[in-house]
């Protein structure tokens, strides 16, 4: 009997980090809910996965909640659970520490921090579920060394390791890995 392929949810999914990811998925039988900003890139990483891989696109912004809450419900609907969810999503930084604004460090600490730490959180019920379900936390090397010129950065990355730590003791014993992974 022939094993059902394997859910993933990947934000940042429309360039860098986020479309190998996909690709790498795509190679080992994922179906995967592809999440970016951009329709176009979307596509092309679309069309860069091996024929035959099962790609939902999932266009729109990952800060806002009620998108978040849509591309669960359009996960569900289409495969019925999720595996993996692969927070992915984010922005770099480099401004002298002086030189962050409140609303420079709000964006970066939302979408490096709060934007992945709720889509856990939504997440979960599905992932509880499965029966190999994963979170993989994309951060950085500056979630654990700081850098000149990337307080805000460093900040936003500490915070995800941090939450992903206590995340991972909290979710263990329900069957649900969750990695930070830092390149």
């Known amino acids: 009997m022939q094993t059902p392929a394997r859910i993933a949810l990947i934000t940042?999914?429309?360039?860098?980090?986020?479309?190998?990811?996909?690709?790498?998925f795509a190679a080992e039988d994922f179906r995967l809910a592809l999440c970016g900003r951009n329709t176009e890139k979307l596509e092309a990483v679309?069309?860069?996965?091996?024929?035959?891989t099962e790609a939902l696109l999932l266009p729109g912004d990952v800060n806002d909640a009620g998108y978040?809450?849509?591309?669960?419900a359009a996960v569900q609907a289409r495969f019925g659970g999720l595996d993996v969810l692969v927070n992915c999503a984010g922005m770099a930084q480099s401004d002298a520490f002086?030189?962050?604004?409140?609303?420079?460090?709000?964006?970066?600490?939302?979408?490096?921090?709060?934007t992945p730490f709720f889509l856990c959180q939504k997440a979960l019920p599905l992932l509880r579920q499965s029966q190999a379900a994963s979170i993989l936390n994309i951060?950085?090397?500056t979630a654990h060394k700081g850098y000149v010129r990337q307080a805000?950065?460093?900040?936003?990355k500490?915070?995800?390791?941090?939450?992903?730590?206590?995340?991972?003791?909290?979710?263990?014993?329900?069957?649900i890995r969750v990695h930070l992974i830092s390149p």
């Open 12 to 24: 940042g999914a429309s360039g860098g980090i986020g479309s190998a990811i996909a690709r790498r």
């Open 46 to 52: 679309r069309a860069s996965l091996p024929q035959g």
């Open 68 to 72: 978040q809450d849509a591309c669960f």
């Open 98 to 114: 002086e030189a962050i604004t409140p609303a420079r460090f709000d964006e970066i600490m939302t979408l490096n921090c709060r």
């Open 139 to 141: 951060a950085s090397v």
């Open 152 to 156: 805000a950065y460093a900040a936003s």
């Open 158 to 175: 500490h915070a995800m390791a941090g939450f992903t730590k206590t995340l991972a003791a909290e979710v263990y014993e329900q069957g």
